[in-house]
T-cell receptor, first 112, second 111 residues
Framework: DTEVTQTPKHLVMGMTNKKSLKCEQH?????MYWYKQKAKKPPELMFV???????INESVPSRFSPECPNSSLLNLHLHALQPEDSALYLC???????????FGPGTRLLVL | SQQGEEDPQALSIQEGENATMNCSYK?????LQWYRQNSGRGLVHLIL?????REKHSGRLRVTLDTSKKSSSLLITASRAADTASYFC???????????FGKGTRLHILP
């Protein structure tokens, strides 16, 4: 299995909702990442997990809460989001740091 | 955060022509990568070139790296409609567990 999967593909939520984005990889990669991407912009790093521990938090607001239950799974819990949080959320994994990253197809999030 | 800068921001060429995109970065790196993204989808890794390499090929792709000028170029030869996408360079400038993406070049191949 050489792919990163993300669910759901699309998500619409209100500002008071709580939802979660899920990411899974079975390539034995030790690093996993969450990115946020706005239209016509590059991906912006949000969080990095290395060996299931949070190693980088790029000053992301607390309404985004990452979780790494095991080496194959990465979640992003969403609560009280704002309309400006609407974006494509991409998950990626890599064998190690500074190496090729394998991206999932993304979750397109719309916050109303 | 530091980013690579791609040039041009957008490029339209006829099918069959070659497309060249450039990337400049600011600090020393271990490696530089190029990714492709089709509209609204995940990124696909194209090629990784290490700081001690000057050129690398993969199929119709040719990447060069000039560490003295802190720049890289991606050449796509004999372009096809399926090459229409955004292309990003990414560097490990900060040498921690992350790579930094450039702003990207939007390539459009005209039939």
């Amino acid at each position: 299995d050489t792919e990163v999967t993300q669910t759901p593909k699309h998500l619409v939520m209100g500002m008071t909702n709580k939802k979660s984005l899920k990411c899974e990889q079975h390539m034995g990669h030790r690093a996993m990442y969450w990115y946020k991407q706005k239209a016509k912009k590059p991906p912006e790093l949000m969080f990095v997990y290395s060996y299931e521990k949070l190693s980088i938090n790029e000053s992301v607001p607390s309404r985004f809460s990452p979780e790494c239950p095991n080496s194959s799974l990465l979640n992003l819990h969403l609560h009280a989001l704002q309309p400006e949080d609407s974006a494509l959320y991409l998950c990626a994994s890599s064998p190690g740091s500074e190496e090729t990253q394998y991206f999932g197809p993304g979750t397109r999030l719309l916050v109303l | 955060s530091q980013q690579g800068e791609e040039d041009p921001q957008a490029l339209s060429i006829q099918e069959g022509e070659n497309a060249t995109m450039n990337c400049s970065y600011k600090t020393s790196i271990n490696n530089l990568q190029w990714y492709r993204q089709n509209s609204g989808r995940g990124l696909v890794h194209l090629i990784l070139i290490r700081s001690n390499e000057r050129e690398k090929h993969s199929g119709r792709l040719r990447v060069t790296l000039d560490t003295s000028k802190k720049s890289s170029s991606l050449l796509i030869t004999a372009s096809r409609a399926a090459d229409t996408a955004s292309y990003f360079c990414a560097t490990d400038e900060n040498r921690d567990d992350k790579i930094i993406f450039g702003k990207g070049t939007r390539l459009h191949i005209l039939p």
